[in-house]
Nanobody, 115 residues
Framework: VQLQASGGGLVQAGGSLRLSCTAS????????MGWYRQAPGKQRELVAN???????NYADTVKGRFTISRDNVNNTVSLQMNTLKPEDTAVYYC??????????WGQGTLVTVSS
C-alpha cells in the first residue's frame, strides 16, 4: 500500500488549507483512514480519522475547525482545515489502517501557520 499526500503549505492564522491523500495498492474495504501531525519537539498525535463506514473522530483541539471526509471509490481521504492557528503548524501524515491491524503512513506534508 502506498499513500500519496498533498496540499500542505504556508497560510496566515485564520486561513484555510485542504489536505488530500490517496491510497493505492491492495486496499481493504474495511479500514480507517486519517491524519496525524507532529510538531517540532512533540510526539505524533491524531488529528482526525474516518472509518470506511463514515464514522469520524477528531482531536479536541481541532473540533469545529477541521473536517475529514473520504471517497471510498478513489480511496482518498481529505482534511479541510479552517480557522488555522499557529499551533496547528506541523508535519501532517496520512494514515491507513486496514482490517488486518497493520498501519501505513504517507510521506508527510508540512503545514505552516503564521501569526
Amino acid at each position: 500500500v502506498q499513500l500519496q499526500a498533498s496540499g500542505g503549505g504556508l497560510v496566515q492564522a485564520g486561513g484555510s488549507l485542504r489536505l488530500s491523500c490517496t491510497a493505492s495498492g491492495s486496499i481493504s474495504p474495511i479500514n480507517v483512514m486519517g491524519w496525524y501531525r507532529q510538531a517540532p519537539g512533540k510526539q505524533r498525535e491524531l488529528v482526525a480519522n474516518i472509518r470506511s463506514a463514515g464514522v469520524t473522530n477528531y482531536a479536541d483541539t481541532v473540533k469545529g475547525r477541521f473536517t475529514i471526509s473520504r471517497d471510498n471509490v478513489n480511496n482518498t481521504v481529505s482534511l479541510q482545515m479552517n480557522t488555522l492557528k499557529p499551533e496547528d503548524t506541523a508535519v501532517y501524515y496520512c494514515n491507513y489502517k486496514p482490517f488486518d491491524g497493520t498501519t501505513h503512513w504517507g510521506q508527510g506534508t508540512l503545514v505552516t501557520v503564521s501569526s
